[in-house]
């Protein structure tokens, strides 16, 4: 059995007995893949949608002028819909930029590095209502970790991993002070936070986590 975490194998397999391997869905990661880029920016990685509270961090950059946001990835068209809408002024001043283009995994690493703090959430009620968002890191949070940003994320036992590693802030609530304060906290040691996040990506590198899971089907052929 595969899967990202024990909590979402009890939930899965209550009771049952199974070899099981824990690999997240995060990029191979190399030495050479860390760059020295000049930071800036918030990045918010991923689709671009309502139940992912991206609201919340449109309205954080309108409460504090001096931080601006890229948000990179797919957009769901009644969102995008919304944000051209309601937030015209942020987008005519690029304090938000929308980039809808694709970038290959390798690709998309290199333009995270450009980024200094990454933005991963969840709205709470899709949380409240799903295990799998309650207990499943993001792909993109491992694409942030490779590329060395730190993160403000939800506080959910998917993402407890980042407090562990001190790799970024997890928050209970998106009220912009709240986000405030823990962008400013990464600010304030930003070159340990950074360094944290390589540490994630070197321990949860695919080949490294598969690897078990290789050498028992190799023992074990169909």
């Known amino acids: 059995m595969i899967i990202q975490n024990r909590e979402r194998y009890d939930y899965l397999f209550p009771g049952v007995q199974l070899p099981v391997f824990y690999i997240q869905n995060a990029p191979v990661f190399k030495e050479e893949m860390i760059r020295s880029y000049p930071r800036k920016d918030l990045i918010w990685a991923g689709t671009i949608v309502r139940q992912f509270a991206v609201i919340d961090c449109i309205e954080f950059i309108r409460n504090y002028p001096s931080y601006h946001l890229v948000l990179k990835g797919g957009a ?26 694709y970038l290959a995994s390798g690709d998309f690493i290199d333009y995270l590095a450009h980024f200094k703090i990454g933005i991963c959430f969840y709205g709470w009620e899709t949380i409240r209502k799903s295990i799998n968002y309650q207990t499943a890191p993001s792909g993109k949070l491992f694409m942030y970790m490779a590329a ?54 070197r321990h949860f590198s695919f080949d490294k986590d598969v690897r078990p899971f290789i050498d028992f089907i190799s023992c074990h052929p169909l």
């Open 76 to 101: 769901e068209r009644k969102t995008l819909r919304h944000i051209n809408e309601h937030y015209r002024e942020l987008i005519q001043t690029e304090r938000i930029i929308v980039d809808r283009g």
């Open 148 to 201: 060395g940003v730190p993160v403000v994320a939800c506080n959910i036992p998917g993402f407890r991993f980042i407090a562990e590693f001190r790799a970024g802030v997890l928050i209970d609530d998106y009220r912009p002070e709240t986000i405030l304060t823990a962008v400013q906290q990464i600010e304030q040691d930003y070159d340990n936070f950074s360094q944290a996040c390589y540490a994630v990506a």
